[in-house]
DNA sequence: TTAATAATGAGAATGGCTATCATTATACAT
DNA sequence: ATGTATAATGATAGCCATTCTCATTATTAA
C-alpha cells in the first residue's frame, strides 16, 4: 500500500535528518507503481517529466545514501533504481533481453531457502564471507516471447 | 591451457574473418590469467599498459561482437569482461563488495543443477521464457574477510 | 518573524566509452 | 618475393549518463 510506503519512507528519513519533500515523495511513488527497477531517464520520461535531470538524479543519490533506495545496472552499464530490500522484501528478477523490462519475482520459502543455502555452501567452500546472493532469470518476457 | 585457448580462440577468429593479432593475443592471455571479469581500466593499468585505452577498447569490442568476449558491470557500471561461456564453462561469481574483484566459480553438478530446476520453475510460473540464469554471491573475499 | 539549514534548478564539468580517420601491419594473389 | 587489397592500430575528437557547482528557493525551528 502506497499510505504506509510513505510512512516508513517519512520515518526513516526523518531519523537520518532527511526531509521527505514534495519531490521526494512523487518520486517514491513513481517507483512503487513501476513493479521493478526503473531508470533515471525511464522515469524521467514516463512519469517525472517536469522534474530537471540534475533534480532527479541527486534525488537518486540522497535516497540510495540512506538506504531507501538501491542501485542496479542494466546490460548497458545504466543505472537502475528500485526501493530497498527493507521495504520491498528480498526478491529476484525476471530480465527481458528484448525489451529489457526487469520484473520483481518471490521465489517463495522453499526455493528461496534452497538458493541461499546453494550460495552459502558455495561460499563457505572458497573461504568466502557470504552476506547476501543476486538470482536473475534471463529470458523474454510475456509480451516479447 | 594457454596454449588451447589460443587455438581455440584463433580458429572462432579465423571462421568470423577477423584476425588474431598480436595485440588481441596478448588480451587473451592477459584475460585468461585474470581467473574473473576485469574492466578494461584493469587490465590496461596492471598488464596492458602499452596499449592505448582506444585500441584495448576497440578490442573489447570486435571480441565482444563475434563472441569471444561477454560484457557484464559491476556496482557502480563500469563495464567488465570475461571470456565467453563457450571458452570458460558456464559459472557463477563470488563478488568481493570491499576490494570489488570478481572469481569464477564453480557450482558443480547437483548445485547447479538445482539452480536451474529453480530458475526454470519460476520463469514457467510468470509465462517467461527462460533462456539462462546468473547467481551471484555477494560478500568479503579471504583477503578481505 | 527571523535566522539557519536544507532542497531545488540551471548549467558546467566529469569520465567511461565510442566514432573518426590517417597510418601501419597483415593476408593473399600474382 | 612484390604488389595490392583489406584489416588493425593509435591519436584525437565526440558522446552521453551522471555528478558537481552555485545561486535561488523552500522548510524548519528558535
Ligand atoms: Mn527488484
Ligand atoms: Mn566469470
Ligand atoms: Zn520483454
Ligand atoms: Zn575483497
Given at each position: 500500500m502506497l499510505t504506509e510506503l510513505h510512512a516508513r519512507v517519512k520515518k526513516h528519513l526523518r531519523e537520518n535528518d532527511v526531509r521527505y519533500s514534495t519531490g521526494r515523495q512523487k518520486f517514491i511513488a513513481a517507483l512503487h507503481a513501476a513493479g521493478g527497477p526503473r531508470s533515471a531517464t525511464h522515469l524521467h520520461t514516463s512519469e517525472?517529466?517536469?522534474?530537471?535531470l540534475s533534480s532527479l538524479y541527486r534525488t537518486l543519490t540522497v535516497l540510495e545514501n540512506v538506504g531507501v533506495l538501491e542501485r542496479t545496472h542494466d546490460g548497458d552499464g545504466v543505472a537502475m533504481f528500485e526501493l530497498g530490500e527493507w521495504l520491498l522484501g528480498h526478491h529476484h528478477h525476471l530480465i527481458?533481453?528484448?525489451?529489457d523490462i526487469v520484473t520483481d519475482i518471490d521465489l517463495g520459502n522453499d526455493l528461496e531457502n534452497a538458493v541461499a543455502e546453494i550460495s552459502a555452501t558455495v561460499a563457505a567452500s572458497h573461504g568466502f564471507t557470504m552476506t547476501g546472493h543476486t538470482l536473475d532469470v534471463l529470458g523474454l518476457c510475456e509480451d516479447c516471447g
Open positions: 517525472l517529466d517536469d522534474v530537471p527481458c533481453t528484448s525489451c
